[in-house]
Structures are given as C-alpha cells and as structure tokens.
C-alpha cells in the first residue's frame, strides 16, 4: 500500500504562483496531480510518468509545470500565473498497478 501525502496548497491572488508537493512512500511509476473544485468532477491537471514524459490539461498548459525526484518518489506542480478558476481541491495522483490518491490540498485564488 502506497501512500501519498501532499503539501503545499494556500491562498494566493490572481497572478501568482504555488508549488505542491507530493511525496509518495514507495516507487510508482506514473505521479500526476488532479484537481476538483466545487460542484464539478475531478478532472487531470497534469502527470508525469518516471522516464519524465509528461501531459497537461489544455488549461494549465504554458503556467503549470510538473516535475519529479525519482530518488525522494516525490512529484511537485509549480503553478504560475493562477486564475481564480484554478482555486479546487489538488489531489496527488500515482499508478503502480493500481490507483492511489493522496488526501488533496486546497488551493484558492482571490480575483
């Protein structure tokens, strides 16, 4: 049983940036990040699979870039250039076999 513990969610006004971080307690080879905000379903943000290639949803693409350590199994998301539409519940994401979800961590961006 894999586990994922995420960190790095706040509060931010429109134009700045957050960083998430995701450390997982053992090697998986696809990490990725899904958000989900009120009233909607849970939708990709991006992920990355442990040779490092990577997919972004449509909306996120050229202001978020997600990256990972395979030596900590730890992935993060640096997000630029936040809208309030961006403001969900940021989940960690990981596949090795199996689904397994880490607890989210709100992000919310004021206009």
């Known amino acids: 049983q894999v586990q994922l513990v995420e960190s790095g969610g706040g509060l931010v006004h429109a134009g700045g940036s957050l960083r998430l971080s995701c450390a997982a307690s053992g090697s998986i080879f696809k990490l990725g990040w899904y958000r989900q905000a009120p009233g909607k379903q849970r939708e990709l943000v991006a992920t990355?699979?442990?040779?490092?290639?990577?997919t972004y949803a449509d909306s996120v693409k050229g202001r978020f870039t997600i990256s990972r350590d395979n030596a900590k199994n730890t992935v993060y998301l640096q997000m630029n250039s936040l809208k309030p539409d961006d403001t969900a519940v940021y989940y960690c994401?990981?596949?090795?076999?199996?689904?397994?979800w880490g607890q989210g961590t709100q992000v919310t961006v004021s206009s």
């Open positions: 994401y990981g596949r090795g076999g199996r689904d397994f």
């Open positions: 990355i699979v442990s040779f490092g290639s990577t």
